[in-house]
């Protein structure tokens, strides 16, 4: 089992930024790819980031490309997701998951999920 706890969420203006963090527990962290999903008040559960188990690829969804970065210290069973040039758009609960194997883009191969962090920005 893997437990993901997210902290880091807030109320923002628009432009400003915010760092969020997932912290890891149980099995073996590093070996998991980890990603970011988002959902806003009546909408489906969106793909935001994911990070490969060893951090070298990275996927990102194209409203957040060059605006947002995923990373993860794995000796510190972390990942990360910097969210810079933030926009109203980008209000939602922002979750953490976790799976074995390659990194993707859908919320059903994603194992583990973390509670939720929400994330409010303000014109």
């Known amino acids: 089992q893997v437990q993901l706890v997210e902290s880091g969420g807030g109320l923002v203006q628009a432009g400003g930024s915010l760092r969020l963090s997932c912290a890891a527990s149980g099995r073996t962290f590093s070996s998991y790819a980890k990603a970011w999903f988002r959902q806003a008040p009546g909408k489906e559960r969106e793909f935001v980031a994911a990070i490969s188990w060893s951090g070298g690829s990275t996927l990102y969804a194209t409203s957040v490309k060059g605006r947002f970065t995923i990373s993860r210290d794995n000796a510190k069973n972390t990942v990360f997701l910097q969210m810079d040039s933030l926009k109203p758009e980008d209000t939602a609960v922002y979750y953490c998951?976790?799976?074995?194997?390659?990194?993707?883009?859908?919320?059903?191969?994603?194992?583990?999920w973390g509670q939720g962090t929400q994330v409010t920005v303000s014109t």
């Open positions: 998951a976790a799976k074995t194997m390659g990194i993707t883009t859908t919320v059903i191969s994603y194992n583990y």
